[in-house]
């Protein structure tokens, strides 16, 4: 069409010729685009299938069957976020597991034959998830058995491969109890032999081993051998320490907001179930090995390094390079740990070791976002003498610039947390001139180390307290009683002053205590925590400048969610001496009915409360009696004022103190294994039985006529009316006066109508 004839708005739904000629069949039109091959919808069929193939490669679920699966998970979500149903909930003897395992095992029969339609489906991908984790471990074995030789395809599959790692992540409690030789009873209707599930994850191994290389390049099934090693080799990766990533960030933040994911016949409600193996069959340490040799020899040194700048392939990378330091292996040539040092261990391994020559790899890692994750794994795991070569080739002479470095830091980090006492006197020395540059640029992981390497060699503590001054600029004494509120805003002391004048002259941010504002950081709180680690002398500058704080200052400190955890480490620290934990809670004398009177400052004030002996319990508790009401008036106070137990004290101060003392005992003995604790408050056991005792036996028509009369007050002096609800029956108590009794029934009854009727007349 001509540009001048072109008109602006919206276009026609159908063109002009479909207008001019309305009668015209669509298969009779011609087809620019597929005018040799044919009309459009034969050609462009063959294309659409693949794409669904790709997707659906085992077929796709029925709208029936998937609909009703919406429902399961539905139905299993609401049990597991903690709803029952409120027909069981009022019935006490219904068994409350009894009715979802029927609902279970429907689910389960609509299952069979289906697996891996439903594991390839987005919808239904995530309701088997949510059901391994109430599978037993028979059924878990049934599901995956039921999808061998089909894993290399299921694990990259978008919504497969989660399936199979949720699995492989709950059959480690399968693998323990067949460990310790607990096996699950099989049905009598069951055909052929099923495997364990040790087996199962053996033969999986199998199944993924030739294609390995490729697996950890693929952005879903990288995640799924993740899992796999994991399972493989769990000593390898310490409870303290490192933690496989198991699933990326995306699929992490998606699966929080699928609720809880637990079993539903266990005891723990909202709670998502954690698995950890402790010991593994003496067949999974060989897999994990055939999976090192395996990388070893189809990957070259140049694939190896590769690896580690990849998002994808780089953690599992890592993980191989722990379970070959945990199986003795990383000390050979060639082997992985060797190639990514570029030749490092080899070069350790001879008698007389030479200094080595620094790499630019390596020397990238150090400043790359990404691998720089793979080059804190070697400094952790690598042996003695290749770390010794590391760090006079990478670190020595070059600390001063890496610490100040945004990524290179937490390699340094690393580095010094495992260093020698030489190399840490060496790296005090070379970092004397840095602190404060530390401190400016908020790189705090490397002064931390220095701290923490310090308390755990219990050497060169002097210097780390030396560090500390230095890098907030203390050099007076004075001065070093600010080091708590310096360092939880990571300011130098000239800043944090300038800072106080800048509040004074505007009007300092008020908060709902009436304090200064909250500036704690994170890093400043963790340095602090660090360094009341330090022996007993060393650590007392944290203490004193506690103590030295003004009463709003430190009840800021105590209010804020960063700052209260340095008075938590303070009264956790085995190191810091009874003596000046006692002078840091007799600081808030006075102000304990102000500091229980927040989110955060009650828990601080339950502490201290907690690690006071009696004396000093009784002087916290006799502080707080004028403030009693303000504090059962509290939200937060009330639970304090509950704790203290006031009543008690003021009425029976003995039996307080016995109290206090007993639990402080109960507290600090060990309780054997097997044994639980008494309860505070037994109740007695003779309460029901009194009820029944006192069932009154069949009583006579003249004792139910008493029984049921009003109670008369009778008012004079030395009167007196006995309430007594149960009074004793008087023929019980005297049996010659039943035939007085017996007289009065026998009498007759309208002489009072009589009477009553003369007396109107």
Known sequence: MPRENRKRGKRSKKPKEEEEIPNVREEDQPNQEYSEAGPSWIVSRPQQTEELNSEAPFGYVDADVKAYFRTVDTQIRNWQDGGENEEAATDENADPNAERQMFFVAALT?????????????????????????????????FLDSLSGSYDLLVRHRFASHVCQTLLFVSAETVSRELNGVFPTVPDSADGELRTMNKLVLDICEELLPSLNSLMMDPFASHVVRVLLYLLCPAAFPATGFQPNLRSKKSSAWKSKQGTLSSLFSDS????????????????????????????????????????????????????????????????EDSLMDRMTVGVVSESLKDTPEDVQPSDYLGTLFRDPTSSHVLETIMTRVSEKPFSLLWNAYLKGKLPRLSIHPVANYVVAKSLERCSPHQLEAACQELEESWEKIITSA???????????????????????????????????????????????????????RSLLKNEEKGAEKTDKGGAKKEATVQGSLLLQTALKLSAPHNECIVNSLNSLETPERLNVAYDPSGSRVMDALLDSSNVSSKAKRSFIMSFMGHFHELVDDRIGSRVGDRCFAFADTYLKEKIAR???????????????????????????????????????????????????????PKDEPQPPAVPEKKRKRKPAPADEIDDVFAKAPVKKLKGPGLSHNKDPDPPKVSEADPSLADVFNAIKAAPKNDGKDKSKKRKK
């Open 110 to 142: 609509e299952m069979t034959g289906k697996e891996k339609q439903l594991a390839t489906d987005p919808d239904c991908s995530m309701v088997l998830e949510r059901m391994a984790y109430s599978m037993d471990d028979f059924v878990r074995r049934v």
């Open 269 to 332: 409600k909202g709670k998502t179930s954690e698995v950890r193996l402790t010991k593994t069959p003496p067949e999974f340490e060989g897999m994990a090995r055939k999976f090192i040799e395996t990388i070893r020899r189809d990957l070259g040194g140049n694939e190896v390094r590769a690896l580690a700048a990849s998002d994808v392939a780089g953690p599992c990378l890592t993980i191989l390079l722990h379970i070959e330091t945990a199986n003795d292996m990383s000390d050979e």
């Open 443 to 497: 790189r705090t992981s490397v002064l931390r180390a220095v701290i923490q390497r310090s308390a755990d060699l219990s050497a060169f503590e002097d210097k780390a307290v030396h560090a500390l001054s230095k890098a907030f600029c203390l050099s007076t004494p004075e001065e070093k009683l600010l080091l708590v509120p310096c360092a939880l805003r990571l300011k130098t002391v000239k800043d944090y002053r």
């Open 623 to 677: 502080s707080v009696i004028p403030h009693e009401q303000a504090l059962i008036g509290s939200f937060y106070g009330k639970f304090f004022s509950r704790n203290l137990n006031l009543y008690l004290l003021r009425r029976r101060p003995d039996e307080w103190r016995s109290m206090q003392s007993s639990t402080k005992q109960e507290k600090d003995t060990p309780l054997p294994q097997g044994s639980t604790k």
